[in-house]
């Protein structure tokens, strides 16, 4: 079983920057792949970029160049940096890793971008 907690939302203006953090434990940390989801009111839970156990990376075409996901495996932590925000990235933010034994969820956490 896999626990995660992400943290590191809040309130920001336009144009500045937050660091999302998600901390995995419970489970070995090696051969998986770790997602950042995100949830606006009203919309589906949209994918925002995900990176491998190797260190590839892939992300949305709304965040690239933007957002930046990297991950500590000592640290058994997934960071996702955001610079620029926009309005429109305001959302809940989810954190997901898959492995061979499954896909687990953190709880998630807001951000909010005022204009």
């Known amino acids: 079983q896999v626990q995660l907690v992400e943290s590191g939302g809040g309130l920001v203006q336009a144009g500045g920057s937050l660091r999302l953090s998600c901390a995995a434990s419970?489970?070995?940390?090696?051969?998986?792949?770790i997602a950042w989801y995100r949830r606006a009111p009203g919309n589906q839970r949209d994918l925002v970029a995900t990176?491998?156990?190797?260190?590839?990376?892939d992300y949305a075409d709304s965040v690239k160049g933007r957002f930046t996901i990297a991950r500590d495996n000592a640290k058994r932590t997934v960071y996702l940096q955001m610079n620029s925000l926009k309005p429109e990235d305001t959302a809940v933010y989810y954190c997901?890793?898959?492995?061979?034994?499954?896909?687990?969820w953190g709880q998630g956490t807001q951000v909010t971008v005022s204009s």
């Open positions: 997901n890793l898959k492995n061979i034994l499954g896909s687990y």
């Open positions: 419970g489970s070995t940390f090696s051969n998986n792949v």
């Open positions: 990176i491998s156990s190797g260190g590839s990376t």
